[in-house]
């Protein structure tokens, strides 16, 4: 394998300068610099990493934590972050925490003893010892998809990115009401998430913009699973008097809730309307096609790899919270008719407008 020394002869520069153009650690000529990469292309020289970690303490990779890797909505999320490491020059370590709180810290230690020079999680219901992991070690890091309060009267430690959530839940039962639904039952997720408790949150706030009142027996959590969507979608179809539309949250209790209805014979938008959190790549292939709110998975990816770029350019800037906005993708499983426009479907923004995402200080 060509070495540095080979680049340095073949340019007919210096061993210093070929390692100035690698890591930009001083300005260079233009010719010079071409020159080197120009050696470096004929020689098919590879920098040997390991050995600059060991000098610049820094290994150029991120460590990611993110459960249910097989959901669409994280895998999307997953190639976002991918896309904008690479782009950057960082290799990216992936771990499935599982929601588990201590396998969650045990695979955020084990990133961490791999030199990732930060992280990017997506927390559990429970993530005490996350924080506290991560707060002794003094790691940077991005919370993703759900937030973590801090402490009462501490100022915010860690950055975080998310999507909007109360609002297009709020939406989506605006929506549902506008067509004349009184009785809305939420398929809510895992308690304990920020995401679950926003648009609960949300989804109260749509009521009582309608003038409707809150039932508590219309609101069963589905724990942010299939199998948990369908036992939710059970329990509210069990009811007295059963909601006449359905708001899901998540895309996973989408799935469990179809299939709750189909086993008892319900036809949807017919006998139940449903509205669903979580647009996904075949959610306009059922019959009918779902009515739902597109989170921008992809940008969230990104958007988490710029903030902690940052951060680890300036490790004492304050901690900040940003958020996306979601857009509404209206279908049919709502009960509204086919939209004759191309594409059979609409999709508008819910939230702030784009200058929003650049995120407030928190």
Request: proline letters at 8%; glycine letters at 8%.
């Amino acid at each position: 394998m060509a070495t540095m020394a080979d680049v340095a002869r073949s340019a007919g520069v210096s061993v210093a300068t070929v390692s100035h153009v690698l890591n930009g650690t001083r300005p260079v000529l233009p010719h010079t610099r071409q020159a080197v990469l120009d050696a470096i292309d004929a020689l098919g020289y590879a920098p040997n990493t390991l050995a600059r970690s060991l000098v610049t303490s820094r290994t150029h990779s991120i460590g990611l934590a993110v459960s249910a890797v097989s959901n669409p909505y994280f895998t999307e999320i997953l190639q976002g972050v991918e896309a904008a490491a690479l782009d950057s020059g960082y290799s990216l370590l992936i771990a499935d925490p599982h929601d588990d709180p201590r396998h969650e810290r045990k695979v955020v230690q084990l990133l961490h003893e791999r030199r990732v020079d930060g992280m990017i999680v997506a927390p559990s219901a429970d993530p005490r010892e996350l924080l506290a992991y991560l707060g002794r070690h003094d790691v940077p890091t991005v919370f993703l998809d759900r937030l973590v309060d801090p402490p009462a009267g501490s100022a915010p430690r860690f950055d975080q990115v998310c999507a909007e959530n109360a609002e297009p839940t709020a939406g989506l039962v605006t929506h549902l009401t506008g067509l004349g639904h009184r009785r809305i039952g939420l398929v809510a997720g895992l308690p304990g998430l920020s995401t679950t408790s926003e648009r609960v949150s949300g989804y109260r706030h749509g009521l009582a913009a309608a003038g409707l009142p809150h039932d508590e027996r219309l609101v069963v959590h589905g724990d942010s699973d299939a199998a948990g969507g369908e036992r939710a979608t059970a329990a509210l179809l069990s009811l007295a008097a059963p909601p006449t539309a359905l708001v899901t949250a998540n895309n996973a209790m989408t799935i469990g809730a179809l299939r709750a209805l189909r086993d008892r014979g319900l036809s949807v938008p017919d006998d139940i309307a449903l509205c669903c959190f979580d647009d996904f790549a075949w959610a306009d292939l059922f019959s009918p096609r779902l009515t739902a709110v597109a989170q921008p998975s992809k940008e969230l990816g990104a958007e988490a790899v710029r903030i902690l770029l940052e951060r680890l350019a300036a490790p004492d800037r304050p901690a900040r919270t940003v958020r996306l906005p979601c857009a509404f993708v209206h279908r049919t499983s709502c009960g509204c008719p086919e939209d004759p426009a191309p594409g059979g479907e609409r999709q508008r923004a819910q939230n702030p407008p784009p200058q929003h995402r650049k995120g407030t200080a928190s």
